[in-house]
């Protein structure tokens, strides 16, 4: 089974920026498709972004409104490595971030923000934002 390992995550003030990533061994990383979730204190886990198995100009990403125009989902296939560029960000981003696969099938494109369906999860990592 493919493993996630996310790296990145650390204290960050209002409006700075971070980025996370997230290395994938022991499995055909260019068979799934990433996602990025993220959970706060007392809250659901929750879907942040998401991208299709190709990396370069032609992968097709996917953001939730809290973070589309903040944040940039990116990956590289020959690297086996998810990334994700976080910029203005702000006290309510604070979360632990999680990276997860999801297998690709023509699926994704209805499902790529499904929890459930992902069935591959790193340990994810603390970001706090605060002054």
């Known amino acids: 089974q493919m493993r996630l390992v996310e790296s990145g995550g650390r204290l960050v003030l209002p409006g700075g920026s971070l980025k996370l990533s997230c290395t994938a061994s022991?499995?055909?990383?260019?068979?799934?498709?990433m996602g990025w979730f993220r959970q706060a204190p007392g809250k659901e886990r929750s879907f942040l972004a998401a991208?299709?198995?190709?990396?370069?100009?032609?992968?097709?990403?996917y953001y939730d409104d809290a973070v589309k125009g903040r944040f940039t989902i990116s990956r590289d296939n020959s690297k086996n490595m998810v990334y994700l560029q976080m910029n203005s960000l702000k006290p309510d981003d604070t979360a632990i971030y999680y990276c997860?696969?999801?297998?690709?099938?023509?699926?994704?494109?209805?499902?790529?923000?499904?929890?459930?369906?992902?069935?591959?999860w790193g340990q994810g990592t603390q970001v706090t934002v605060s002054s």
């Open positions: 997860a696969a999801q297998k690709w099938t023509p699926r994704y494109y209805s499902k790529y923000a499904s929890l459930n369906e992902y069935g591959i």
């Open positions: 022991g499995g055909d990383f260019a068979t799934y498709g």
């Open positions: 991208i299709s198995w190709n990396d370069g100009r032609n992968s097709l990403k």
